[in-house]
Nanobody, 122 residues
Framework: QVQLVESGGGLVQAGGSLRLSCAAS????????MGWFRQAPGKEREFVAA????????AYSDSVKGRFTISRDNAKNTVYLHMNSLKPEDTAVYYC???????????????WGQGTQVTVSS
């Protein structure tokens, strides 16, 4: 079992930045590929970014490419999502998740966190 806890969400003005963190416990995070997803009110959950176990491979949705950066620190058992140039349409609950193998197009993950709210005001 892996427990994931997201933090770092909040209210920010458009154009601002936030850094989300996802802390893992239960098993070494280095055993897993990680992903970030988000779900806005009334919408389906959507993929945001993914990273392989070493951090050497990453993938992003078109909507965040060039603005968001996913990274990881396996020594701290933590994954990050650096979000810059935030837009009101980025408002959502953000979730981190992990899976055994890295597959940028995969949407099925083994473990999920509870989510952290990000609200971007115009």
């Amino acid at each position: 079992q892996v427990q994931l806890v997201e933090s770092g969400g909040g209210l920010v003005q458009a154009g601002g930045s936030l850094r989300l963190s996802c802390a893992a416990s239960g098993r070494p995070l280095s055993s897993y590929a990680m992903g970030w997803f988000r779900q806005a009110p009334g919408k389906e959950r959507e993929f945001v970014a993914a990273i392989n176990w070493s951090g050497g491979s990453t993938a992003y949705s078109d909507s965040v490419k060039g603005r968001f950066t996913i990274s990881r620190d396996n020594a701290k058992n933590t994954v990050y999502l650096h979000m810059n140039s935030l837009k009101p349409e980025d408002t959502a609950v953000y979730y981190c998740a992990c899976r055994r193998s890295y597959a940028p197009t995969a949407r099925e993950y083994d473990y999920w966190g509870q989510g952290t709210q990000v609200t971007v005001s115009s």
